[in-house]
């Protein structure tokens, strides 16, 4: 069979018709599918995120090895005993209360506990008043002193007046509490707030 050379006039006509409806492979993949050559083809003049400058960082005082550290010594670790006390109701007859805090009451005993450790004045006061309850003392005076500073520039700061602190909380533990009827900062006359008024119970 001989192969032919040319196209018939009717073979051409649909040849042209067919070439005409046709598009090449590449536009034809794009145009049916145009977020693929959106995400192929990325828009080249979208700007880059800002890029934020860290903080500064605060610059410290200059310090020299062996220098002691500068602060307050005025710090206290707690809120004002004397606050707290003043701040408490009264328990006892409100004339008599009066007069106390202006220094018109006379301590039926008193006891110095400055200059002890914590371990010498605490049997110390609880031996003195419960002895003075025994007795039938109304008022006594616990002196503490207002308290040295011994804070040595350490990292943890050290209480000033450990006994001024500490007295008022063994005066609300047991056995003391149970004869104590008040506490308050004593008058500057009889010491001030290096000292304390402590008005006992009557005994049965």
Do not use: C
């Not at 039926?108 to 002895?131: C, K, N, Q, W, Y």
């Amino acid at each position: 069979m001989r192969r032919r050379r040319h196209l018939s006039a009717e073979e051409r006509e649909l040849w042209e018709k067919v070439a005409e409806r046709t598009r090449p492979l590449g536009h034809q993949k794009s145009s049916q599918n145009p977020k693929l050559e959106s995400r192929e083809a990325p828009n080249s003049e979208a700007k880059p995120a800002p890029v934020r400058a860290p903080a500064p960082t605060p610059r410290l005082a200059p310090f020299k090895l062996g220098e002691k550290v500068k602060h307050s010594r005025r710090h206290n670790l707690a809120p004002a005993v004397t606050d707290h006390l003043n701040a408490a109701a009264v328990q006892m007859d409100a004339r008599s209360y009066g007069k106390m805090k202006r220094g018109k009451l006379s301590p039926d005993a008193r006891i110095d506990l400055h200059g002890m450790t914590i371990e010498e004045a605490h049997p110390a006061l609880l031996s003195f008043v419960l002895r003075a309850h025994a007795n039938g003392d109304r008022l006594v005076l616990v002196i503490t002193g207002k308290g040295k500073d011994r804070d040595e520039g350490g990292p943890i700061p050290t209480r000033f007046g450990v006994l001024r602190h500490q007295v008022p909380q063994w005066l609300r533990m047991v056995p003391l509490r149970q004869v104590i009827l008040q506490v308050t900062p004593a008058h500057i006359r009889h010491g001030g707030h290096g000292a304390y008024y402590v008005y006992l119970r009557r005994g049965r």
